[in-house]
């Protein structure tokens, strides 16, 4: 089955800091989401790439996702408290149902004003 | 983007008893989908709730734990049978929209003692 590494499991920053997070597969990911969670709530849906060499913005946050498809990476540019909250990436890498997803372990993000 | 809902938000439930968790969409939607994510781990796929049909459950879960009801295309029910402690747990229904995104509902948060 397949798994999702994330990188770091958490991260402190200053405000105004930029920072990155990576989600690593070994297979090809077709479908590839991210999300943010405070915690114990839902997830609020950031951003989804399905091509090789996308790269998606929304605001101050970038998300990429590599030519093989098998390493995505969310940048937040001068990052604020409202930043803070558990940034999960799924993925399915099964071509055609991208819709059953597979998360990773997540990655708690602090943010000190 | 599609608006979830999902009830109780939370419970705390004595062990052998079951509970139901209802999700409501704001509009109709093909695909919906269950989830857990236990103290501490990522989320991980229940079943595919199917309108007028049985649901398609992953490895792992079976229906006489997880009975799920679709009788339309905006809400899905979850029953949680015969509760344990191991049972504790965020429980979340998603969503896939017409664009392929898949939302999330805000969870319910389940604590069996």
């Known amino acids: 089955s397949q798994e999702l590494e994330q990188s770091p499991q958490s991260l402190i920053v200053q405000e105004g800091k930029n920072l990155t997070i990576n989600c690593t597969s070994s297979?090809?990911?077709?479908?590839l989401y991210w999300y943010k969670q405070k915690y114990g709530e839902g997830l609020i849906f950031l951003m989804m790439?399905?091509?090789?060499?996308e790269e998606k913005s929304h605001e101050k946050i970038t998300a990429k996702l590599d030519e093989k498809k098998q390493q995505s990476s969310l940048h937040i540019t001068a990052s604020q408290p409202s930043h803070a909250g558990i940034y999960l990436c799924?993925?399915?890498?099964?071509?055609?149902?991208?819709?059953?997803?597979?998360f990773g372990k997540g990655t708690l993000l602090t943010v000190n004003p | 983007s599609a608006v979830i809902s999902q009830k109780p938000s939370r419970d705390i439930c004595q062990r052998g008893t079951s509970l139901t968790i209802q999700c409501q969409v704001d509009s109709q939607v093909t695909m919906m989908f269950w989830y857990r994510q236990q103290p501490g781990q990522s989320l991980t796929l229940i079943a595919t709730a199917n309108q007028g049909s049985e649901a398609t459950y992953e490895s792992g879960f079976v229906i006489d734990k997880f009975p799920i009801s679709r009788p339309n295309l905006t809400f899905s029910t979850l029953t949680v049978s015969n509760m344990s402690p191991e049972d504790s747990s965020i429980y979340l229904c998603?969503?896939?929209?017409?664009?392929?995104?898949?939302?999330f509902g805000p969870g319910t948060r389940l604590l069996v003692l």
């Open positions: 297979k090809t990911l077709y479908g």
């Open positions: 799924g993925a399915s890498s099964t071509r055609g149902s991208n819709y059953k997803l597979t």
């Open positions: 790439l399905q091509k090789g060499g």
């Open positions: 998603s969503v896939l929209s017409a664009g392929e995104t898949q939302y």
